[in-house]
């Protein structure tokens, strides 16, 4: 085994544990919040690296994985940003002045 297959071997056993840790409810030790974006970004870039490295199989998997945890991160402030619009269309709809009709 090589030495980039070591350590790639090494980082992927690493990113298992902490996906296992954080399952078990024992969090990102230390990392809190920055945990699950610290994760995304890391399988983003992996995917990344393998890409130009030739591998574009695993690459492009880490890379729609990345991305889907970083779309499920944002999925509430996207639900925040909806309530916000809705509200503010109904108070226009409500509050705007109407042609009066004899």
């Known amino acids: ?3 980039r297959s070591t350590w790639l071997a090494l980082l992927l056993i690493g ?3 902490l996906i296992v840790w954080h399952k078990l409810g024992m969090g990102w030790i230390g990392f809190g919040w920055l945990g699950g974006w610290l ?3 890391i399988f983003v870039l992996g995917g990344i690296l393998l890409w130009r490295r030739g591998r574009p199989l ?3 998997a880490l890379i729609v994985l990345g991305s889907l945890i970083v779309f499920g991160k944002l ?3 996207i639900g ?3 309530a916000i619009g809705l509200i503010a269309y109904g108070g226009f709809l409500l509050f705007a002045k109407r042609p009066r009709v004899f």
């Open 1 to 3: 085994m090589g030495r």
């Open 15 to 17: 990113l298992g544990l």
């Open 39 to 41: 994760l995304a970004a």
């Open 58 to 60: 695993i690459g492009s």
């Open 75 to 77: 999925f509430h402030l």
């Open 80 to 82: 925040w940003l909806v």
